[in-house]
């Protein structure tokens, strides 16, 4: 069985993988903060998903990111270039050979 191709030299985007932590506020409860775990080398690509609402469809942005393949990336962490934030919704072994991940994001706006 042959593997997809696909060349290292496209890992150009230095993005920070995050994890997040619960952080104890001055009135008992809790607040979400995001810690860097990590920073990894990735190929950046746009796509568009498009969603149904109760109000009717809509196009989301999403982008497929690929990284080297890191036990540390899964689901529910998230990918972040500068100011702009990638949750990771799936991941999976780009070519099933244990070298890249693929990562389906959703880019989210502050």
Excluded: N
Excluded at 48 to 53: G, H, T
Excluded at 55 to 65: K, L, P
Excluded at 84 to 108: H, K, N, P, Q
Aim: glycine residues 8%; contains cysteine; charged residues 30%.
């Amino acid at each position: 069985m042959r593997g997809t191709f696909f060349d290292p030299g496209k890992l150009r985007h230095e993005m920070v993988l995050e994890e997040a932590t619960q952080v104890a506020d001055a009135l008992a409860g809790h607040t979400e903060s995001w810690q860097a775990v990590a920073t990894l080398w990735a190929h950046l690509e746009p796509a568009a998903e498009i969603v149904s609402r109760a109000g009717g469809e809509e196009a989301e942005i999403t982008h497929r990111v690929v990284l080297r393949f890191d036990v540390r990336v899964w689901r529910g962490r998230r990918l972040r270039m500068g100011e702009r934030v990638f949750a990771i919704r799936a991941v999976r072994d780009l070519d099933e050979s244990g070298r890249y991940l693929l990562c389906l994001t959703r880019e989210e706006t502050a």
